[in-house]
């Protein structure tokens, strides 16, 4: 008998085990089951935990939730984000009006759950998604759940949006540090204008942007390596951003305290987070880094520069690598010229860039191509259009912020600029009086071999100013293009002018795969050397001057100076030189080896 009481007696201990294990696993909280620190209850499935937690470095409590599955505490919603728990006190409990509520040890809310009605005998759950839900136990309806609350981290099945109609908006905050969860500078969310864009906010400016949503994609990410996020417009005029539910749960989007959003995948190997994307990759990421009118490469070196038909509003500045300044039109457009009372000359025209985040602040019209393009033309203050398929016409007035350079995806940009071909034949000899005075102080050459003759009165008008380059340019373009002008030009540069070849940009673009990295040979003082081959055949050395070089432009003077005089003795052949709106370039004969290279890299 003593023997069978005491097997009942442990039959019963460890019952009660059971019981209490089943209980401390329960995914639901009721008033009857409240959880104090540190007790917590675990999501059917045992994805998530919800309960107590301390961040690092601090000794404050807060209510959260985290995956329950891995080795790091990771924590993704916070419930009293802004009002921690000063000690281990606390309880989740429902009230009597069956609302949802965080007390302290003084039975004091420290936080509650935002009803709009209260519902007795309500009771909340911890869904395997890692959403806590407030459920009203008549109707089994959701009245209130964390994901409308999230904090700094996106999960499959959550949603950032916009309501447009009410304004409402649901974004993830950052946390202010590593040890505090309070709200950080940071902010995602959508914006609902015509053209959805996702923003990261840094204290209220923008910070990052992903460019218009066109359907499929945001074209201002480049898509070698899709994020996955997709923008859904329901029926109800919300926004919503979320992204394609995949295999993985251990898998989110994480806002971090630096105002990168990063998608991380939980590597069960290393027992670490992988970061396979992130909204900042490079500096170009940063909204608006090269300023109004300049454009951003992370390819290229220095990233920013001007927009073709742009030129930096404070030179000294953006050599010295400070872009906020931004740039300026270097020629005014028709349309200004003319409202300045000055003569009309031609219509401005499109300077077409490829594969570009297309700025911010862009207008939407549901026009064909051909419509946007005019459309754009018949407005004075329209600085740029674009068209893609899935956007449609989108243009820009005023200043163009934003805009980057991408080596793959992105959408074409059309720049308007002011069509600077002459017009008239007192034009032409104004030019000739210059180039005559011009001329004879001056010793070199190189040209822009855009369309002829006719083009250069641009350089002359805009440049002389500047710099005697180009006005020499038009003395040898004259010579090439104008049978009628050649013995005048010749005549007065006979003795320094020489015979070099002309290379447009367009022509070294394609001769060295659009100044590939791959075809880079080096960095020299002034800038990057590139090997090329033209279509000919010929092999080719092309240096291209940085634009950060002050003295650039002088030197590369000095240079065709000094190595068209060179030239004779064979020591290394220039082939030719290349001036285009900001590029300077010099083309020589590629030969590998040292001694070019020592001189070429000086
Ligand atoms: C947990 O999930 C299983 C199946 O996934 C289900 O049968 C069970 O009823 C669930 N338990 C609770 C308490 O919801
Ligand atoms: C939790 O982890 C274990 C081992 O790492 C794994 O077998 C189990 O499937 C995981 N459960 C969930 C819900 O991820
Ligand atoms: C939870 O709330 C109920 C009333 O809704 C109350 O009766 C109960 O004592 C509370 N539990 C704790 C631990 O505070
Ligand atoms: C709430 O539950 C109590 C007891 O379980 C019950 O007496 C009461 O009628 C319920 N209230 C509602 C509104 O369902
Ligand atoms: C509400 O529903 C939950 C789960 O269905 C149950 O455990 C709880 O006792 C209910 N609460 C009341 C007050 O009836
Ligand atoms: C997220 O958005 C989709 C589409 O608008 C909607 O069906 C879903 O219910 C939303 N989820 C949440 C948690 O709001
Ligand atoms: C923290 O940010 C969220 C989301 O923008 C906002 O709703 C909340 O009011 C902020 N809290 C404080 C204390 O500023
Ligand atoms: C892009 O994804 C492929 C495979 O999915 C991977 O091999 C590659 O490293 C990724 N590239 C970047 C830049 O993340
Ligand atoms: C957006 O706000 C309107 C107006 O209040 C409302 O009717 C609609 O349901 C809201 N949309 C969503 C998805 O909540
Ligand atoms: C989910 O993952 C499993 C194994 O990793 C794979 O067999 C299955 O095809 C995946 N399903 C989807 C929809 O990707
Ligand atoms: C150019 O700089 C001047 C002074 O530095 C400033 O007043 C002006 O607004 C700038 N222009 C543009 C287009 O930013
Ligand atoms: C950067 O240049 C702008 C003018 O373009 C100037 O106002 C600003 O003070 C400069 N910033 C720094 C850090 O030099």
Known sequence: MGLVRKNNLLFVFILCCICLESDSATDTITSFQPISDPGYIISNGSSFRLGFFSPVDSTSRYLGIWYNNISVT?????????????DSSGVLNISADGLLVLLNGQKEV??????????????????DTGNLV??????????WQSFQLPCDTLLPMMNISTNLTTGNKVQLTSWKSLSDPSNGSFLVGIQPLDLRQVFIWKD?????????????????????????????????????????????????????????MEQRSWDHVKGDWEVMWATLQSDCDVYGKCGAFGICNSQSSPICSCLIGFEPNNTEEWNRGNWTGGCVRSTPLQCERVAAGGEAGKM???????????????????????????????????????????????????????????????????VRVANTKLETKQDVKKIVTITVIVGTVSSAICTYCGGGWLNFKVNILTKIRKNFCYTLEITHECSVNQQGKRKESDNLNQAEVQELPLFTFEKLE????????????????????????LSDGQEIAVKRLSRTSAQGLEEFMNEVVVISKLQHRNLVRLLGCCVEGEERMLIYEYMPNKSLDAFLFG
């Open 74 to 86: 990771n924590v993704v919603w916070v419930a009293n984000r802004d009002k921690p728990l000063q």
């Open 204 to 260: 209220g400016s923008s910070y990052w942007r992903s460019g218009p949503w066109n359907g499929q994609v945001f074209t201002g990410i480049q898509t070698t390596n899709n994020s996955g996020l997709s923008l859904v417009n329901d029926k109800e005029r919300t926004a919503s951003l979320s992204f394609s539910d995949v295999n993985n749960s251990l898998l989110h989007f994480h806002l971090n305290t630096q105002g990168s």
């Open 110 to 127: 420290i936080w509650s759950a935002e009803v709009t009605t209260s519902v007795p005998n309500s009771s909340a759950q911890l869904l």
């Open 134 to 143: 407030l459920i009203k136990n008549t109707t089994k309806t959701i009245i």
């Open 348 to 414: 401005d025209w499109f300077q077409t860039m490829n594969m570009i985040k297309v700025p911010d602040f862009a207008d939407f019209s549901s026009v064909s191509e051909a419509d946007c393009k005019q459309q754009c033309l018949q407005n004075c203050s329209c600085t740029a259009y674009a068209f893609d398929s899935g956007t449609g016409c989108m243009s820009w007035t005023g200043r163009l912020i934003d805009a980057q350079k991408f080596s793959s995806s992105g959408v074409d940009l059309n």
């Open 510 to 533: 394609s001769a060295t795969n659009n100044f590939h990295l791959s075809h880079k040979l080096g960095q020299g003082g002034f800038g990057p050397v590139y090997r090329g081959k």
